[in-house]
């Protein structure tokens, strides 16, 4: 595990924070300081808003050292709102219930741990959107007649 | 006098919660260990996910909070928080603070402070308590403290039953900008060890009866009528009753003891719902009755952490909660998987792997 690497890309990791190009306005994830559309350089700094929707995506059975205790989960390639494509882990969702298309929003989790004695690398995933439901007003009352 | 109050007035400008998705039905757990001879105290718990804990779900409440605060409060932005503050008893590392985690996530670095709080279950009102005194004293703008727990119980002890997990956020600034007005607190502690967890082991121990009354009940109680003696308050005066929930029981029995009614403590009392999220417990009880709660409206929050004492505060609603934004409590809860005993032990990591 390379403690320096991941200490160099937590912002991005935590906070999905890209870059925008103060030429002609890309959003750039992940930053590499150069916009991918006019080719001017991009330095600024820019927090994504997290939302996007799946691209596509694949279910991993068989996963690479350190993802073993997942199994099985999904990945996807998400499309944020601001336009770029990103990789990662779906959470918090069933395979079946993947869809091209899904509305995904991004929650940072761990991505890994380097054994028992290791650090915990946290970093983003995207989650089914969550909404707020309509009220339940008879959960209230089932709650009091349970207690 | 054993009332605390600030100086220069504090409040809550944004408060968040964070429940994970799974629940095991809690009748799962006497079934497997004693034949389902045992009546759970709970009806089912919340169960993190594998990549779920303390940072995590502190880092989703934290999210919360700050979008509610940004629409309430016009100067607060995460790099004003002064303080990032993490009450739990299951941190992820021991030592290595999850409050750095949790402010560089909000994008509240470098200018801060940020630190781990310890008091078993009261070590989010713990944190709450000096956050009133960083912002009270004009120290910082505003501070945030986070009650979060991925509660631990040992595979067939009493506290399998209940041992729930979640996360609840606060954000403290001037009460003149706030949802809430904080208009007094209370500590009662003594060294009471009624349950504790040493060093290098992976769930505590507790003295099973002795964790009621001389515990539990006495700390609460203390605190409780000594915030409203030196208060001037009476149980009528409150909308609301917020206490620690480890169970559907205690809560109840001491609200009642104080003076309270059933729906004073009803709104706010989540247990038997997500289980006992220990450090967040009476904090995301909070937090569910912010969403509900009207101006004018005064809540009692007491919280108990073992080894033991209690944290009460009395607070004032100067403004409903914005509904944009954020979800509320009850939408976290809502959001609800069953799983059963053996996929419960999976997520808890309690299967030995060689």
Known sequence: MEVARFWRTRHQRYQLMGEVCPHCGTKIFPPRDVCPACEGEAKTPFVFSGRGEVYSFSTIHSAPAGFEKYVPYTVALVRLEEGPLVTAQLTDVDEKDVYIGMPVEMVTRVLREDGERGMIVYGYKFRPRLTQPAPEPQHAAEAAAAA | ?354
């Not at chain 2, 904090?283 to 004018?296: C, K, M």
């Open chain 2, 1 to 354: 006098m054993a009332l605390m109050k600030s100086e220069r007035p504090v409040g809550i400008v944004g408060y968040g919660a964070y429940v994970p998705r799974y629940r095991l039905i809690t009748q799962e757990v006497s079934e497997i260990w004693t034949g389902g001879n045992t009546v759970s105290p709970v009806r089912e718990k919340a169960v993190p996910g594998l990549d779920e804990d303390v940072a995590t779900m502190s880092i989703e409440a934290a999210r919360n909070a700050v979008r509610r605060a940004e629409q309430v409060c016009a100067s607060f932005t995460p790099q004003r928080l002064g303080a990032v503050w993490v009450g739990s008893e299951s941190h992820p590392y021991a030592v290595k603070p999850t409050g750095t985690i949790v402010a560089e996530a909000l994008g509240a670095t470098p200018y801060t402070q940020a630190a781990d709080w310890q008091f078993a279950c009261k070590a989010g009102t713990e944190a709450m308590q000096a956050a009133i005194g960083f912002v009270g004293s004009g120290m910082t703008s505003f501070a945030l403290v986070i009650g979060a727990d991925s509660a631990q119980g040992r595979p067939g002890d009493a506290l399998e039953y209940t041992a729930g997990a979640g996360a609840a956020a606060f954000i403290l600034g001037p009460a003149e900008e706030a949802l809430v007005e904080i208009e007094g607190s209370v500590s009662y502690v003594t060294d009471t060890p009624d349950f504790w967890r040493r060093p290098h082991e992976r769930f505590p121990e507790h003295a099973g009866r002795f964790t009621g009354e001389p515990a539990y009940f006495h700390h609460i109680a203390s605190a409780a009528q000594t915030l409203m003696r030196e208060m001037g308050l009476t149980p009528q005066d409150f909308a609301f009753a917020v206490f620690h929930q480890p169970n559907v029981k205690f809560p109840l029995k001491v609200g009642a003891d104080l003076g309270f009614t059933r729906a004073q403590i009803q709104p706010g009392l989540l247990v038997n719902e997500i289980g006992n999220a220990y450090a967040g417990s009476a904090l995301l009880g909070l937090t569910a009755v912010l969403d509900i709660s009207q101006p004018g409206q005064r809540i009692l929050l007491a919280s108990f952490g073992s080894g033991a004492g209690s944290d009460a505060f009395c607070l004032r609603v100067r403004r409903s909660a914005p509904q944009s934004g954020a979800l509320t409590t009850r939408a976290y809860i809502q959001r609800r998987v069953p799983v059963n005993y053996a996929q419960y032990s999976r997520l808890k990591g309690n299967y030995v792997m060689h």
